[in-house]
């Protein structure tokens, strides 16, 4: 955990116990907590962000549909943010956290499709490829964009750059949207790098 991190953690500790001691933070609408910090943390204001997350954690109801909802939104967002911060351990907790919410009710295919691409990146990071696949292999579509990036992905932390870019030239096929081609393109360039092809990277920037 870096030193940043430790005292983003300790601040919004210190200003969740301020609001319980002062009977506040707990009128406010959930949902408006929720945007607000995910949309904090987009501007990387990090620990507003946290605090308007932590918030939705323990002031939603696991039992009904809509606060189940927020609750794996809320932490799949404290796992990214953990992630930002490589504090992995944390991240993985808060990723598990959602999938489990997840598996209590009817739930999209897509938010199955973030939480185990999440889960299988930040496997794929800390250099565990065996379990990056297994949560690979639970993304719904094993022919859409999130599977393909995946496999890119875990080939390219496992060193298997040629690997990584054949499923790349895949998943930008499928890619949708500015934020997945961005990613399957960025990623293609550092494949180029490793193997010495600098025009192939630059023309992938």
């Not at 300790?10 to 907590?33: F, H, I, K, M, Y």
Request: net charge negative; with cysteine; proline share 3%.
């Amino acid at each position: 955990m870096t030193e940043l991190w430790g005292l983003i953690v300790a601040a919004v500790l210190l200003s969740a116990c301020n609001r319980s001691e002062n009977g506040a933070g707990a009128t406010a609408d959930p949902d408006s907590l929720l945007e607000e910090g995910v949309s904090l943390a987009r501007e990387q204001q990090y620990e507003a962000s946290l605090e308007r997350l932590m918030d939705v954690v323990h002031n939603s109801d696991s039992t009904t549909a809509e606060g189940r909802r927020r609750l794996i939104e809320a932490n799949i967002e404290i796992g990214n943010i953990s992630n930002a911060f490589e504090d992995v351990p944390e991240a993985l907790s808060r990723y598990r956290e959602a999938l489990s919410l997840m598996r209590r009710g009817e739930t999209p295919d897509s938010l199955a499709e973030r939480i185990c691409s999440n889960i299988s990146q930040t496997f794929a990071r800390k250099g565990q490829p065996d379990s990056a696949l297994v949560y690979a292999s639970m993304i719904p579509d094993p022919t859409g964009y999130s599977y393909l990036f995946c496999r890119a992905y875990i080939a390219y932390y496992s060193g298997d750059y040629s690997r990584s870019a054949d499923w790349l030239s895949k998943a930008v096929k499928q890619a949708r949207s500015p934020h997945e081609f961005a990613y399957a393109y960025s990623l293609s360039a550092f494949c180029s790098e490793r193997t010495g092809d600098t025009a192939g990277a630059e023309a992938d920037l």
